[in-house]
């Protein structure tokens, strides 16, 4: 018996000093992890809706971290913008102007950038501490993958040619996410090259609780340059070169739409800059910036494929559909101020000009969980209407 007391005393004891050394290494890969991620601040701001928003100075840009650019001029406005864009839009519904909840509290000094801070909480979380440390934090994100064991679903008009980007009108809503590792978004996707190897760059809205923290729909980026096997959002690793003063990408959408009420929406266009080659991003009035074209070896000459459109994951959890919404939770058919809905759909062309896309169709996972209609209207220009619930009688 004492034999055995000590053995199992040995025993604790080195489950004891095991589990403190497997913390001591988790909270040392934290740390460095916060380290790289959150820059020296010349002014921290806090938000009403409780986020960080750090103003660092350009001297300390996060691109200087990736070797390709440790000298690297950084291009503060784009050269010119695309030519033939109609920015009526009807009384009912507004552009979600770009002014951040942040801001209120005030603002960044000059030559300095808005970043929204890393927690640590965040970075606790398991599936974001998977993904730092596999340093691939998109499961495979494209509808060409295999639908029978893909996670990820779509509704989306999908265009494919010679292009310099892409514009819509992303209408913002609010979706229901049945677990915190599980999104909803709406977004823009600008991309070139076979799907083993695809680069694209992507922006638009997510709600995803297990990244930010909470369930507001946040502005955000991704992107990848060899087929999703690595790539990141906003600023998770080096690449894409935040310039605006006033804007911080993963902060949250300041207006949404409500059932039968008001509907906002978010002003989105990515195009090649004609002199640098450089993917430039535009929310709104406000030139956010760009992805270096160096990072890519297909985008360079341009885009080959658009998409637009609504994505979640489905988990699966219990082994039913998820009831994650996509889009206001309501079947294209519903229209106005009911279902979600994509306005102003437009490519802009090798002649860096805007036009309706000539030829398009829509993808759909599964019709009966999400679904798409699409149209043409004066005022609108070619718009489509999508999403759904989810999980229902037609959809388990």
């Excluded at 994100?141 to 779509?154: F, L, M, Q, R, V």
């Excluded at 040619?161 to 049945?178: L, M, S, T």
């Excluded at 929310?283 to 910036?289: A, L, Q, T």
Aim: proline share 5%; charged share 20%.
């Amino acid at each position: 018996m004492m034999i055995a007391r000590f053995v199992l005393s040995i025993l604790i004891v080195a489950a004891i000093v095991s589990g403190s050394e497997f913390s001591d290494t988790r909270d040392a890969k934290v740390e460095k992890i916060l380290k790289k991620l959150n820059k020296p601040a010349l002014k921290s701001i806090k938000s009403p809706d409780g986020d960080i928003i750090d103003c660092v100075h350009m001297n300390n840009h996060p691109i200087y971290d990736h070797p390709l650019f440790k000298n690297y001029t950084i291009q503060m406005k784009p050269s010119s913008y695309p030519k033939g864009k109609n920015n009526e839009s009807s009384d009912k519904e507004k552009q979600s102007v770009v002014t951040q909840l942040w801001t209120v509290n005030g603002k960044c000094p000059k030559n300095s950038i808005p970043i929204r801070r890393t927690r640590r909480k965040e970075i606790l979380r398991t599936e974001y501490m998977q993904r730092y440390d596999k340093k691939n934090p998109n499961i495979i994100n494209h509808p060409k993958a295999s639908t029978s064991n893909s996670i990820h679903e779509y509704a989306q008009i999908q265009a494919k040619g010679k292009f310099h980007g892409a514009h819509a009108d992303i209408n913002v809503w609010k979706p229901f996410v049945q677990t915190p590792k599980e999104f909803s978004l709406a977004q823009m996707w600008v991309m070139a090259g076979p799907f083993s190897e695809v680069n694209s760059v992507e922006a638009g809205w997510q709600v995803y609780q297990d990244r930010y923290g909470d369930d507001n729909p946040r502005y955000f980026i991704f992107w990848t340059a060899d087929g999703y096997h690595s790539g990141c959002y906003n600023l998770d690793c080096q690449g894409f070169v935040p310039v605006s003063q006033k804007f911080a990408l993963g902060a949250a959408v300041s207006n949404v739409s409500t059932f039968d009420g008001q509907q906002y929406h978010i002003s989105t266009t990515i195009w090649k800059d004609p002199n640098s080659g450089n993917w430039w991003l535009k929310f709104g009035d406000e030139f956010v910036g760009y992805w270096p074209s160096i990072l890519f070896n297909h985008l360079k000459d341009g885009a080959t494929e658009i998409q637009w459109g609504g994505e979640i994951i489905n988990f699966k959890d219990g082994a039913l559909h998820t009831t994650t919404r996509m889009g206001s939770g309501h079947f294209a058919e519903s229209g106005y101020q009911k279902a979600s809905y994509f306005k102003d759909v437009e490519i802009i062309d090798e002649r860096d000009i805007h036009s309706s896309p000539k030829e398009g169709y829509s993808y759909m996972t599964q019709e009966s969980c999400y679904n798409i209609r699409s149209g043409y209207a004066k005022v609108w220009g070619v718009y489509f209407y999508y999403g759904g619930p989810g999980r229902n009688l037609n959809c388990k």
